[in-house]
């Protein structure tokens, strides 16, 4: 991946939009996002993280007005792949996301740090359990990643 996004950066630079959007970061030769970047969207969503062909895309981190937060991985603008998600009110998921949505293997932390009796850990299909299972292995994979993305980031 880092490969390929290297390939396309031409140059680094600001630039402010019409509507307010603002971004600072690689620009491929086609003028596009691309490479490490940091956005702010005209509502205060904030993303610093891997652009590809102008979409976040890699790892990255993702903070909403309200407080929430997403670190992870990213593919075409969506959560997709592993990642944590933090609600405003504290509470987080741990594992899997596709298409923007909890969808695969995880956990879920209530703001009190409990998972909740019975455990809430198990596949999650459009952020519904369909299923309890047991799954560290995700949800470390999870950290991990949330970690890498924030390290990245730190390093911007």
């Known amino acids: 991946m880092t490969d390929v996004i290297d390939a396309g950066v031409a140059k680094t630079g600001a630039y402010k939009y ?60 969506w959560f997709h792949g592993h990642g944590v998600f933090w609600r405003a009110d504290g509470m987080k998921f741990e594992g899997e996301f596709r298409g923007g ?23 999650f299909q459009d952020c519904k359990m369909v299923r309890r299972k047991r799954c560290p292995e995700v949800v470390q994979r999870a950290q991990k990643v949330a970690y890498m993305a924030r390290a990245q980031c730190e390093q911007m």
């Open 101 to 123: 949505r909890v969808w695969g293997l995880g956990l879920v932390t209530f703001n009190d740090g409990s998972n909740g009796f019975p455990r809430n850990e198990g596949y």
């Open 18 to 77: 019409e509507d307010g959007t603002r971004y600072v970061g690689e620009w491929s030769s086609k003028g596009q996002k691309h490479g490490m970047g940091h956005l702010v969207l005209p509502d205060g969503t904030r993303y610093d993280g891997t652009m590809v062909s102008g979409l976040c895309s890699g790892l990255g981190v993702m903070a909403f007005p309200d407080g929430a937060k997403y670190e992870g991985e990213f593919m075409q603008g």
